[in-house]
């Protein structure tokens, strides 16, 4: 059975960044397109970026692209989500998703 496990956040202050990572577990990463969502308290998990199978094609959401690079390593079933010139609305739970799997979610909290 396929899991998911998000790590990489934490506290940091506005400009600031972090780089966040999800671990799959099983032998079927390489064959899903990935992403990252997000959920702020008292809002809906909002999609953040995607990126395909073989590592193309980059997506992002308007309110991430140019500060956040998705990217991922197949040999490693990691995704990675890089995070720059963060900002206090970027403050929420942090979740990975493989189609059909959530991970448990990485807190993110920036202090402005």
């Known amino acids: 059975q396929v899991q998911l496990v998000e790590s990489g956040g934490g506290l940091v202050q506005a400009g600031g960044s972090l780089r966040l990572s999800c671990a799959a577990s099983?032998?079927?990463?390489?064959?899903?397109?990935m992403g990252w969502f997000r959920q702020a308290p008292g809002r809906q998990r909002e999609f953040v970026a995607t990126?395909?199978?073989?590592?193309?094609?980059?997506f992002y959401s308007d309110s991430v692209k140019g500060r956040f690079t998705i990217s991922r390593d197949n040999a490693k079933n990691t995704v990675y989500l890089q995070m720059n010139s963060l900002k206090p609305e970027d403050t929420a739970v942090y979740y990975c998703?493989?189609?059909?799997?959530w991970g448990q979610g990485t807190q993110v909290t920036v202090s402005s």
């Open positions: 998703n493989n189609g059909n799997i």
């Open positions: 990126i395909t199978m073989s590592g193309g094609s980059p």
């Open positions: 099983g032998r079927t990463f390489s064959v899903h397109a």
